[in-house]
């Protein structure tokens, strides 16, 4: 028996030493230990080696709002978007906030699924630390004042419920 296997043995085994029976059972646990260390030594060498390199960049930043519209108004709500939702991003636009929007109708929403979804594209987040200020001023912009436009959104209550609303971070790959 090797010194090797002696210290094994007394240290890791807690088989007694020197004895003529345990050598078989001596070497087949140091086959089984050394096995073992190989397996996950080789293993992780093969987990190091992948490509951990970030391949990919923040693209823009989508919101997303799901609206259920009530029963008989989906125009009318419509047409309340056109009239100052739209316009709202449209400014955005020009100031170079916003990239794009869009409107999808879902064709068969079950009961408690959204009727439209309503999608607003953002250069990055810079666009949301613009401040109340700016917001407030595009609203007297296009509605008149505060207190109109106050008044619209609490009049397009009648129109919809809104659900769940979240904003998105997009990922690109880098070419």
Do not use: C
């Amino acid at each position: 028996m090797t010194v090797y296997s002696s210290i094994l043995g007394m240290f890791v085994l807690n088989e007694p030493r020197n004895t003529l029976k345990n050598e078989g059972r001596y070497s087949m646990k140091i086959r089984l230990v050394v096995t073992v260390t190989l397996l996950a030594v080789f293993g992780s060498l093969s987990a190091y080696a992948q490509d951990h390199t970030r391949n990919w960049e923040n693209g823009y930043v989508v919101q997303v709002s799901e609206v259920h519209i009530k029963d008989g108004m989906f125009n009318a709500y419509i047409n309340d978007l056109n009239a100052g939702w739209r316009k709202f991003l449209e400014a955005q636009k020009e100031d170079g906030d916003v990239i794009r929007y869009g409107m999808y109708a879902a064709t068969n929403p079950r009961e408690d699924e959204a009727d439209l979804i309503l999608t607003v594209t953002y250069k990055n987040w810079a666009a949301f630390d613009r401040g109340v200020e700016y917001f407030e001023e595009l609203g007297k912009k296009i509605f008149g004042s505060t207190d109109d436009m106050r008044t619209e959104n609490i009049n397009r209550g009648e129109l919809r419920t809104l659900g769940s609303s979240y904003t998105l971070q997009e990922i690109k790959f880098k070419d």
